[in-house]
């Protein structure tokens, strides 16, 4: 059964509330150019992929030079090795810069739950931060690993019925990805794709529930946030290789695949999912003051807005996350958000919608009211 229309419901019903937000990225970014020299690309249509990207910068770890002035070729053993430091570094300083802006301190922490795709670790990420930070060992935890950019809104999902279930305790989501640790060297463009997009970063966001109404400040850390009110999601079950992370036997290792398709096959069902997230709650697409699309390349954002019919201004931080770091998986849609906040535009009782899409194929939603 379909909820009453979310601006008719009681004060006292409990949700989760975002109520602090950081992301973090390595040192080092290189512009769409740097890479082509550094890599010694020269076929014609892969640079005009990198350089028709609408990416200008690109946070990235990449592998030593060798004698040849080029990047060494990295083995996949170097390759989870460098997921595994740079994905707990990075998802560290996330986690710290999203615990800051709440007003709240590693103590406060109850539910850890980490999120990647770039690499696999048992332990997971959740273990390996709580130990290098000295979390109290009774911290909840859990792990969502391998549903790539889609999965930052399905771990959103489950940690806020964690949040609902637990009322007044603070909840973290980590998406912490190492893109550069899934990168492949060779000549094709199904290479070239993946390498023009995918950047390095981390992202964080912190959740506590509350049986205030939107636009009144909780107790406890954060402040005021936006409450969430539910998700829809949508998966394309006949597209389900048309986005994979699989082993390459060629290369002997583990490589992206992105079906050329993939934007328009997005674009498609992105009404229909938009369409199930309202439905019930009286309220048009029109009725959305904010827009936090997952920076997942132009061609994606460029259908999603055909599709929605959305205006550029709906999706700028989209497009500025993707300008200035590239597709960074599943924290993206958190990078804009952090935007989103800095801008300080939202007034209590303002819509806003969140969305993902990844593997499966799949897309992910939610519906936010501050």
């Not at 419901?9 to 150019?33: C, F, K, M, N």
């Not at 005009?48 to 946070?59: A, Y």
């Not at 889609?150 to 771990?155: H, P, Q, R, V």
């Not at 946030?225 to 036997?249: H, K, N, Q």
Request: proline share 6%.
């Amino acid at each position: 059964m379909l909820p009453a229309p979310a601006g008719a419901e009681p004060a006292t019903t409990v949700r989760a509330r975002i109520v602090g937000v950081g992301t973090a990225v390595p040192p080092l970014s290189y512009s769409q150019q740097e890479v082509l020299d550094l890599f010694g690309i020269t076929d014609p249509k892969a640079r005009g992929v990198f350089l028709n990207s609408s990416i200008d910068r690109r946070h990235l770890v990449l592998p030593p030079i060798g004698a040849d002035g080029r990047p060494v070729g990295e083995p996949q053993g170097d390759l989870l090795d460098k997921h595994k430091t740079h994905a707990v570094a990075s998802g560290i300083r996330a986690l710290e810069a999203c615990l800051k802006r709440a007003g709240a301190s590693l103590s406060d922490l109850r539910h850890l739950c980490c999120v990647t795709s770039t690499g696999f670790l048992t332990p997971g990420l959740s273990a390996l931060i709580i130990r290098e930070l000295g979390i109290d060992r009774h911290c909840s935890r859990s792990d969502i690993v391998g549903m790539g950019c889609n999965a930052g809104l399905n771990a959103l999902n489950l940690v806020s019925g964690w949040s609902v279930a637990n009322p007044g305790d603070l909840a973290v989501v980590v998406c912490s990805e190492a893109c550069s640790a899934a990168y492949a060297m060779d000549t094709t463009m199904r290479t070239a794709v993946v390498n023009s997009l995918f950047g390095d970063g981390a992202a964080a966001v912190a959740l506590v529930a509350d049986g205030n109404a939107a636009g009144t400040p909780p107790d406890g850390p954060g402040g005021v946030g936006p409450r969430i009110l539910r998700f829809a999601s949508c998966i394309i079950p006949e597209a389900v290789d048309a986005m994979r992370y699989d082993w390459d036997r060629d290369l002997d290792r583990f490589s992206f695949y992105l079906d050329p398709q993939i934007p328009y096959v997005v674009g498609a069902h992105a009404e229909i999912v938009v369409d199930r997230l309202l439905a019930g709650t009286g309220l048009l697409r029109g009725d959305i003051g904010h827009w936090l699309v997952h920076s997942g390349g132009k061609k994606v954002i460029d259908a999603v807005v055909v599709n929605l019919g959305l205006s550029r201004h709906d999706v700028r931080h989209t497009t500025g996350v993707l300008r200035d770091y590239g597709n960074v998986s599943s924290g993206s849609f958190l990078f804009s958000y952090e935007r989103l906040l800095n801008e300080q535009v939202t007034s209590p009782g303002d819509y806003g919608v969140l969305m993902t899409m990844g593997p499966g194929s799949t897309l992910e939603t939610a519906l936010v009211q501050w």
